[in-house]
């Protein structure tokens, strides 16, 4: 009689199996992996603190402190506002893990929209998580979605108005963090989350701020430094000192009728000086093949090569080397260090000075892994 029952049992128990397997990846997503701050540490915050709306909720996020001591400015680094966006989180890891401040205090909020690295976005095709190489061995991190987990806000009305100035957008750009700012306390939890960060730059009197991104390689703006127009000084001498050491930026001045970006709604509500840093990512693309690991992190393409070959299409891709992620990580770090120094140099009291971030050169012949620290190492512990 059992037997009877057999090919059911066993269908029944791979189901079972299958079923264990992705529940145990789907929690994972919930649980971030660990980063490991530089020595330098002074303390870590949530931003919480800053807006009552966000406690309890899968948006609330840390935000590491580096306070030298010493008199003068306060930088705001971010990365994850969109987590597919890799090498924008991977460079403010970078960043946190070995930033030192000699001058002036720089805050790391290296996963803004923490909710959207819960989840990867629909029908993408993304991978859910990648690994990088360090120097004693491999840390995983996750590819999350370009917006808040659908979990944590939902449903998207059909047309999404912007908050106060009504722009519309598709219902989906609701999740979309930059474009939720100003955001406002009593909004959904995007707009919660937008509400937070600007209070943080209020609160702490940050002077200059950043928020890193990728896009596509057909996008125009693409390798970019986005500013708002009370900063356009502080970026073209930026840009100067970066084409002097061989990178070649472009200088985007922020639209002011496009609202709830960064580059935009910090600098028209906070005093900051907000630059938002955009490279060059083929496994966002549109014409891109399937999105495996290896297309995120070697960014060679195919389809965009041939594309490059036609000339029919204005690309930024690199046909030798495509676009790997040491090369995106390493324009981050370099972009906010020359932004700072730039910063600095129309300043008198309020500079802030760092150490101990690689060039461009050293990440390339390095890699990124190199600079990442773990575990197995003295005074690096998981500070989370």
């Not at 996963?111 to 061995?137: H, V």
Request: charged share 20%; proline share 6%; hydrophobic share 35%.
């Amino acid at each position: 009689m059992i037997r009877k029952y057999i090919p059911q049992l066993i269908i029944l128990a791979v189901i079972a199996v299958a079923g264990t397997i992705a529940s145990i990846e789907f929690l994972e997503m919930h649980h971030p992996e660990p980063l490991y701050p530089s020595e330098n540490l002074t303390e870590i915050v949530m931003l919480s603190n800053y807006s009552e709306g966000l406690k309890g909720t899968n948006a609330d996020t840390e935000i590491f402190v580096f306070d030298s001591g010493k008199p003068g400015g306060t930088a705001l680094v971010c990365g994850g506002a969109h987590p597919n966006e890799c090498a924008a989180y991977l460079a403010t890891v970078l960043i946190l893990e070995n930033i030192k401040v000699t001058k002036g205090r720089v805050f790391v909020l290296p996963r803004l929209n923490k909710s959207a690295f819960t989840c990867t976005d629909p029908m993408e095709g993304f991978p859910q998580f990648y690994n990088i190489e360090t120097r004693n061995g491999t840390r995983m991190f996750r590819l999350g979605s370009r917006v808040t987990n659908p979990l944590d806000q939902w449903p998207d009305p059909l047309v999404f108005s912007h908050y106060p100035s009504n722009q519309q957008l598709s219902g989906f750009e609701t999740r979309n963090i930059n474009r939720a700012y100003p955001g406002r306390e009593d909004g959904n939890l995007t707009e919660r989350l937008g509400h937070a960060v600007l209070q943080l730059i209020n609160e702490e009197n940050i002077d200059i701020s950043f928020d890193l991104h990728e896009s596509s390689p057909e996008v125009p703006i693409v390798n970019v430094i986005v500013y708002h127009e009370k900063n356009e000084e502080i970026a073209m001498g930026a840009v100067l000192g970066l084409e002097m050491q061989g990178q070649n930026y472009s200088p985007e001045l922020s639209p002011d009728n496009f609202h709830g970006l960064s580059h935009r709604e910090w600098g028209d509500y906070t005093n900051t000086a907000p630059f938002l840093l955009e490279t060059s990512n083929p496994s966002m693309g549109r014409i891109r093949e399937a999105t495996t690991v290896e297309l995120v992190l070697e960014g060679k393409s195919k389809f965009y090569q041939k594309a490059k070959e036609t000339k029919a299409l204005r690309i930024a891709y690199n046909e030798e080397r495509g676009e790997p992620i040491d090369h995106r990580v390493a324009r981050h770090v370099i972009g906010v260090n020359e932004l700072i120094f730039s910063y600095n140099m129309l300043q008198e009291e309020r500079t802030i000075e760092i150490e101990n971030l690689p060039d461009y050169m050293e990440i390339m012949e390095n890699g990124t892994g190199y600079y990442l620290h773990d575990p197995m190492e003295p005074n690096h512990e998981n500070k989370q």
